[in-house]
């Protein structure tokens, strides 16, 4: 009886020998072997089903995180690159101040010539006498780069022509001018991963929006001041205002960001930045 195989049907034809065969329980026992067999591999089938649906889904949404992710990277990249391909670089002459030329009709030389005459010691004048060099250096004299020949020795002394290049004050105009692509764009601290990580750990879905299952990309518009403040935060694109508001309230929010400069200096720039809301 040890070495009988229960899914086998000896054991039944044992138990019903010499009894009615043609009853039921007969019937229902020979069949039992196959249908525990049966239910043993629904039961694999279905747990296999379950951990393949468990593992699709899981890859499915690591996928579709990571694309939105590369998604709104690539498209702020492709504004940005936009822009630098219109931008028109903008060069500002100096003006340069000169003084007017005034015109001397007697000038005094600035190199005095002295005819050599021998005389004695005693009739040479102190200011004829040769000075040496270390007078020369002592001496409140002012030595010019230039020689000017003149045409009386009663003339007047010309000066040199001084030219000063001033920078022009920018008037107020200029410096409230908003640009919309400059030199070198404002950036967000640490790149474009870092204001992705900013977007998704602060922004809040609103309830109202999850429950009637709206989601799309929200397109923002800022300035960024010189110092690198958020102002000026508007709506360009809209999708439903409960995450028009949030996105608003996100971005108005964030650090201040390095500012961009044109021609060395910082001024005020235009961004856009997309805001997209993804029910999970």
Partial sequence: MAQIDLISNEWSDMMFENRNKEYGAYVLRRQTGRRNVISMIAVLLLFAAVMVFMIAKNAYEAYQKEHAVMDQVTELSALTQQKKKEAKVE???????????????KVKSSVKFTAPVIKKDDEVKPEDELKSQDEIMNSKVAVGALNVVGNDENGEVLKAKEVIAT??????????????????????????????????SN??????????????????TFVVERDGSITDVRIAKSVDPSLDKEAMRVVSKMPKWIPGKQNGS??????TLPVTFRLQ
């Fill in 91 to 105: 060069r500002k002459e100096i003006p340069v101040r000169q003084e007017q030329q005034q015109v001397v009709e």
């Fill in 167 to 200: 920078e022009p004050v920018k008037p107020k105009e200029e410096e409230n001018k908003v640009f919309d692509v400059v030199e070198q764009m404002p950036s967000y601290p640490g790149g474009m991963g870092a204001l992705m990580q900013y977007l998704s």
């Fill in 203 to 220: 922004i809040k879905y609103p309830a109202i929006a999850e429950e009637n299952g709206i989601q799309g990309r929200v397109i923002c």
């Fill in 266 to 271: 910082a001024v005020r720039v235009k961004y």
